[in-house]
């Protein structure tokens, strides 16, 4: 089981079973990494990043091209973005070469989506940046392959790997990994924490998702209706809570094809854990935390829970977020196909 010990707008540490890592707030999780290449002279060379990365080096050091997920984009229009900022180069999302996925430490539950793309024929731009002051000090270096082999950074040597792999080896197919193609149906929604009501296209790839999203909610202790002097109060914070981490290995085993813009299920499910249940678990985690330190040692947990002036004003939020989980498990169902 999961517990939060520190979370704040961009980290979180977490500790489960004694084991303790990091978790990217910012971005869910999940990061796009870009190992571009051109063919120069007859040789074939790779765009690297060269910024300062303040827990390595005060000096800048060469790295990929990376930036995290937003809530509004798809991993595709997150890679073409980071480019262009980081690097002046513009393409489309058509021309990107999906590399598989990495998962760079194991303190952290990051997954990192790795494309490529060939810029021998482009041409570069300024780069722009995001504003910030890393970035307007950093900028980017073609190097040859040896070169790019002796860069510290993992993602640049795994992306490099899988390149080399894929288009200059032909070991699989020259277009890189692809997903299949799957048939499409357009469900409309209705959903809570202000989403609304929305029309999304569920292919199987959705489909097998919502179906585990719905089972870890449906099948939770926190979803269950609890009555004003009934159950654990902490129980629930904690079901409620790993419920992050259950959407999060949902998503990310289903691939790039769970999100697909802000109309698609990793979109929906992502949303529900920041707009209601993150809200929810912020407020009263650390408030009943308060009340659990002060719990006399010849009395159990429970029992203390029933003195705590603030239990009632808890139950009654709970049973709010209840019901606007009950509308979500019902648009999970809609996208599962399910006949209920």
Same mark, same amino acid.
Request: charged share 25%; proline share 5%; glycine share 8%.
């Given at each position: ?108 539950? #990051?997954?990192?989506? *790795?494309?490529? !793309?060939? +810029? ?6 300024? &780069?722009? $940046? @995001? ?76 489909? #097998?998702?919502?179906? *585990?999203?719905? !089972?870890? +909610? ?6 269950? &209706?609890? $009555? @004003? ?76 829970? #029933? ?34």
């Amino acid at each position: 089981m999961d517990s939060l010990l520190f979370e704040n707008e961009y980290l979180a540490l977490i500790e489960h079973d004694g084991y303790f890592f990091v978790r990217e707030v910012r971005c869910n999780g999940v990061i796009v990494g870009m190992i571009p290449f051109r063919m120069f002279n007859g040789q074939v060379q790779y765009l690297a990043r060269l910024e300062i990365t303040p827990p390595h080096n005060d000096q800048p050091e060469l790295c990929c091209i990376t930036g995290g997920l937003e809530p509004e984009q798809t991993l595709e229009s997150c890679a073409v973005t980071e480019l262009y900022e980081e690097s002046g180069y513009r393409i489309e999302k058509e021309e990107l070469l999906f590399l598989g996925t990495v998962r760079p430490s194991k303190s952290s539950d #990051t997954t990192v989506y *790795l494309f490529s !793309v060939d +810029l021998t024929r482009q041409i570069q731009d300024l &780069p722009k $940046g @995001d504003g910030t002051r890393w970035e307007q000090d950093a900028s980017v270096r073609w190097l040859s392959r040896e070169e790019s082999i002796q860069i510290k950074d993992p993602l640049h040597i795994a992306g490099l790997a899988r390149v080399e792999q894929i288009k200059f080896q032909t070991v699989t197919p020259r277009r890189g990994l692809r997903l299949p193609s799957i048939e499409v149906q357009r469900v409309e929604l209705q959903l809570p924490f202000g989403i609304g009501g929305i029309q999304i296209a569920v292919d199987s790839v959705q489909r #097998t998702a919502a179906w *585990l999203l719905y !089972v870890e +909610l449906m099948t939770r202790v926190s979803t269950a &209706p609890l $009555g @004003d002097s009934e159950g654990a109060l902490r129980e629930t914070l904690t079901s409620l809570y790993s419920l992050f981490q259950e959407t999060r290995k949902v998503l990310r085993d289903a691939g790039p094809g769970s999100y697909k813009g802000a109309n698609s299920l990793g979109a929906i499910a992502i949303a529900v854990l920041n707009r209601g249940l993150r809200p929810f678990l912020s407020k009263w985690h650390p408030l009943l935390q308060i009340h659990e330190k002060k719990c006399p040692p010849d009395i159990s947990s429970i029992e203390h829970e #029933t003195t705590w002036s603030m239990n009632l004003a808890m139950r009654n939020e709970l049973k709010t977020l209840q019901n606007n989980l009950a509308i979500y498990g019902d648009a999970l169902s809609e996208i599962a196909g399910l006949q209920l």
